[in-house]
């Protein structure tokens, strides 16, 4: 669905990333890991047009990349518009893109997905204030489930999140994968996050690829030194983890 090829980006003398390249498939989790600075947002930004690389490209499969391409950012906060109702938030890609053109149809479409992200319909007259931090990223991926995209790009849709609301947040995304075949970038900073989510990974360092691999190669058998370390680096609870984590090591 959304491919980066050899994606560079510098910044004067400072390669932020570095020959990026890697697939997003139709109906897949990919994550993209990586600690602080190891160029996920500069990635993300060559993604969606904000930045323009210096080297590389990027190429979309499906139609209008607009409407197609759809963002849950980081902060819940700061990502929905004060001012706008719920209804307005959830309701305005439906409007824009000419997908319900009648106010009534919009309501009615909103209680829908409002429902599809465990929130309910009577929620639609509310601002965004009167939510909580998990609820509020519910929000947003109602609004951007709600044009019918074929991509979703979560830009560490968690990280902001109290621990014990995370793993809601991505049962919704995971949801949303297994009901409306969508393909999601997932970006996080730790491997915990995405463990049960994602199909492959793509594990940054430094501004380059460190690893490729599913899942299941990942955790079992992690090859860079770097994602070893980031996998120790994993606080797990249950037993069956705390020794894959050892032999991580
Ligand atoms: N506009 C800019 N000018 C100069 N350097 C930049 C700019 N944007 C990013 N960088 C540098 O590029 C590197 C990669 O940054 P990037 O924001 O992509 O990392 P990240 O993995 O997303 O980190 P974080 O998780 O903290 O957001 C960092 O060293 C950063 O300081």
Do not use: W
Not at 137 to 152: D, F, H, M, T
Not at 228 to 244: F, I, N, Q, T
Request: charged share 25%.
């Amino acid at each position: 669905m959304l491919t980066a090829d050899g994606l560079t980006k510098r910044y004067g003398r400072f390669t932020a990333i570095e020959d990026i390249s890697f697939t997003l498939h139709a109906g897949e989790v990919l994550g993209l890991v990586g600690e602080s600075g190891s160029g996920k947002s500069t990635t993300v930004r060559c993604l969606v047009g904000l930045t323009k690389p210096d080297a590389g490209q990027v190429r979309y499969a499906g139609p209008k990349f607009r409407r197609g391409v759809q963002m849950v950012f980081q902060d819940p906060y700061a990502s929905l518009n004060p001012r706008m109702t719920v209804a307005e938030i959830v309701g305005e890609g439906l409007l824009v893109h000419g997908i319900e053109k009648s106010s009534a149809g919009r309501r009615s479409r909103v209680g829908g997905l409002l429902e599809q992200v465990g929130l309910d319909k009577s929620d639609m007259d509310r601002y965004p204030r009167s939510f909580s931090g998990g609820q509020r990223q519910r929000i947003a991926i109602a609004r951007a489930i709600a044009v019918e995209p074929k991509v979703l790009i979560c830009d560490e849709p968690v990280s902001a999140l109290d621990v014990s609301v995370q793993a809601q947040v991505v049962n919704v995304l995971r949801d949303m994968k297994l009901e409306l075949g969508l393909s999601i970038l997932f970006i996080a900073h730790d491997l915990a996050v995405v463990r049960y989510l994602c199909d492959r990974l793509v594990v940054l360092d430094g501004g380059r690829i460190a690893e490729t691999g599913t899942r299941e190669q990942i955790y079992a058998n992690p090859r860079a030194p770097y994602t070893k370390s980031l996998l120790a680096a994993v606080p797990v609870p249950d037993p069956a983890a705390e020794r894959l984590r050892r032999s991580a090591r």
